[in-house]
């Protein structure tokens, strides 16, 4: 049994800390296998503080050896614990102290919303709702297997008249995230629900020991309930059944294929992944360096909202996949607000934990980007830059995913008569086929476009409106740079009218610069340009002009070199993430039209679609997600 060496034991002989997973029945107990053993998944919702609770549970799963793949745990609360309270918990708990500093090295940024935070490889995950309790916990949709109420959390809701909950309505709402026979155990001592409140919204209360009446004082006291309505639950909740078969077709093996592959390999998928290039980053993904950064907006717009969220997503995916100073580097990236555009929210809007994400440039900062004083320039704090390429080939090399390189699909069908079950079928040009699955996700960029229209005939083909964006950035060696100009290199990426990076290991592997990039809608086709050159030297001159006249003669040849590639667009700006029309093609999914975003936004959209087949918490805000769903251009 787990101890907890530094603070005193409740009277059932379980360490204080544990005792609310003890009334779950998540530890192991005289004759008792935890409520968790051998399932695939749990998922643990708790209302209230969080740091002690996740970091209890997540020790109990890690002393478990018959624990479930994958934890998830969701906290609900009005604010973050601050993170001296975290390194305060480290102390009071030595056998939490290691998992205490892994959550202190990801707990920053933490603004009003929705943060999924991802550790042990991808198999324990802890969702923050960080907000209105009563809010948050009407918009979830996932059932809870574990439930952990934080006694002072409910007065505080619960006594709040600018809330305007009760008791019962808060109890009401915890009771729609249960299913049949979910345990609750409410830590904390004070006023508790009635029983008759308890029972009006299907929960039966219990003391752990003697099945009688509930606990609800004295030292380590914690309530004990088991949800068991005498009706049938009518519940909204999604409750998509387990995939019969966990296997998947990913076309496309670029950003947005690799993160699906990922993430359905992660929870035990089968992949198979099928390209047309010869090898990692044949497409627009072969992109030399790129940036992840936040994206701001004067009323914090959905797209900056999810672009947050993505941004963590890859940062987290980065620094457990990637070689830092060589594939990636945190380093921040200062933006150039080039004519004033892009703008912070004001006041309370952006509170000052908003400022970790993006404040404004300190002169200190606008001085090391050769930039005049006067300019005006925001700092992101939590962005870094990455090779693509590197990021693509370590999904790929996932445990379950396999690549089939140099194969076109020249169509799909649906196969299976009588009793065998239905498969999406991927045929080439003779009719041979390359792979078939029960799942297909397109991933292939504007590719994708030819084999959405190849499902049926014009007029009654799915309308997913992907456009072509073509790209050129140009790039040179730094060993080429007079020592002048190489003294004039910011120590970070700037970008606000494309992007500039130095220090980055260029194709040819020495330590280059890179500016781009442009902007060609509506071709379909990616021919480097001596004009698009041109072009980015003077969006060079216009990010950073002092740097860009230094810089004037290293764009003719043979200083300059140069990438390009397509990328595709959806008319909102948005990626399309889940079913494509769920009625006429079951099983054809999407993840695509990340644009100019998919380092930012393709970790996340591989995330949200293995949490939507596999009916998990999701790593986005509800309200956030659907203006992402694929089915939202279905009646247009």
């Known amino acids: 049994m787990i101890r907890a060496v530094t603070l005193p034991f409740s009277a059932t002989g379980i360490p204080l800390a544990f005792e609310p997973l003890h009334a779950c029945g998540l530890l192991p107990t005289s004759g008792n296998r935890p409520a968790w053993h051998k399932q695939r998944q749990w998922h643990v919702l708790r209302l209230g503080s969080a740091a002690l609770s996740f970091l209890a549970t997540w020790h109990a799963w890690q002393q478990d050896p018959q624990r479930p793949d994958r934890l998830f745990f969701t906290a609900v609360a009005d604010r973050p614990c601050a993170v001296e309270e975290l390194l305060a918990l480290a102390q009071r708990h030595p056998e939490l102290a290691p998992l205490s500093q892994a959550l202190v090295y990801v707990w920053q940024g933490l603004m009003p919303g929705t943060h999924r935070l991802v550790f042990e490889g991808g198999q324990v995950h802890l969702t923050l709702h960080l907000g209105s309790p009563e809010k948050t916990l009407r918009e979830l949709d996932v059932a809870a297997d574990s439930v952990l109420l934080d006694s002072t959390q409910v007065r505080a809701v619960t006594d709040d008249p600018t809330q305007g909950t009760s008791r019962l309505q808060l109890l009401q709402a915890v009771s729609r995230l249960c299913r049949t026979g979910t345990r609750l155990a409410m830590d904390g001592a004070g006023t508790v629900p009635t029983a008759e409140e308890w029972q009006q919204c299907g929960f039966q209360t219990q003391n752990e020991d003697t099945q009688a009446a509930p606990v609800s004082a004295g030292v380590g006291a914690c309530l004990s309930a088991r949800f068991a309505p005498p009706w049938a639950p009518r519940s909204r909740l999604r409750q998509a059944p387990p995939p019969a078969s966990r296997q998947a077709l990913v076309v496309g093996a670029g950003l947005s294929g690799s993160a699906v592959a990922r993430s359905l390999a992660l929870r035990g998928w089968a992949v198979t992944v099928i390209d047309q290039g010869s090898g990692p980053g044949s497409g627009a993904s072969g992109l030399p360096a790129g940036l992840t950064a936040p994206h701001v907006s004067p009323d914090d717009n959905v797209l900056s909202r999810i672009t947050r969220a993505g941004v963590r997503a890859t940062l987290q995916r980065a620094d457990q996949l990637l070689k830092g100073g060589t594939d990636w580097c945190p380093t921040g990236v200062l933006e150039h607000r080039v004519e004033g555009k892009r703008s912070l929210p004001a006041g309370p809007a952006w509170p000052e934990v908003a400022h970790t994400w993006s404040t404004q440039a300190s002169p200190a900062q606008i001085g090391q ?75 292939a960029g504007f590719d994708t476009l030819h084999l959405i229209n190849s499902l049926a005939p014009e007029g009654e083909r799915p309308s997913i409106p992907l456009n072509p964006l073509r790209g050129q950035i140009s790039y040179g060696d730094m060993a080429q740079l007079p020592g002048d100009v190489r003294a004039q290199l910011p120590p970070f990426p700037v970008n606000g009218h494309g992007s500039f990076i130095s220090g980055v290991p260029t194709p040819e592997g020495h330590d280059g610069w890179f500016i781009g990039s442009t902007f060609e809608r509506n071709c379909t086709q990616a021919p480097l340009r001596d004009e698009d050159h041109a072009s980015n030297q003077q969006r060079l001159a216009t990010l950073l002009p002092t740097l ?3 810089m004037a003669e290293q764009f003719s040849a043979p200083q300059v070199h140069g990438w390009a590639g397509l990328r595709c667009t959806l008319p909102d700006r948005l990626p399309a993430v889940g079913p494509i029309d769920e009625q006429r093609w079951p099983g054809l999914w999407i993840s695509a039209g990340m644009g100019a975003r998919g380092i930012s936004l393709a970790v996340l959209c591989g995330e949200l679609t293995a949490a939507l087949l596999e009916n998990e918490p999701l790593p986005l805000a509800p309200s956030l997600l659907k203006h992402l769903l694929a089915e939202r251009f279905k009646n247009r």
Request: one cysteine or more.
């Open 369 to 443: 980007a050769g930039l005049a004083c006067e300019a005006f320039a925001l700092w992101h704090g939590l962005a870094a830059w990455i090779r693509p390429q590197a990021l693509v080939a370590a999904q790929l090399n996932t445990p379950g995913v396999q690549t089939l390189w140099g194969q076109r699909i020249a169509r799909l069908q649906r196969t299976g008569a009588g009793h065998t079950p239905p498969q999406w079928q991927a045929c080439d040009e003779a009719g041979q086929t390359l792979a078939q699955a029960d799942w297909v996700v397109f991933s």
């Open 548 to 550: 860009g006249a230094a």
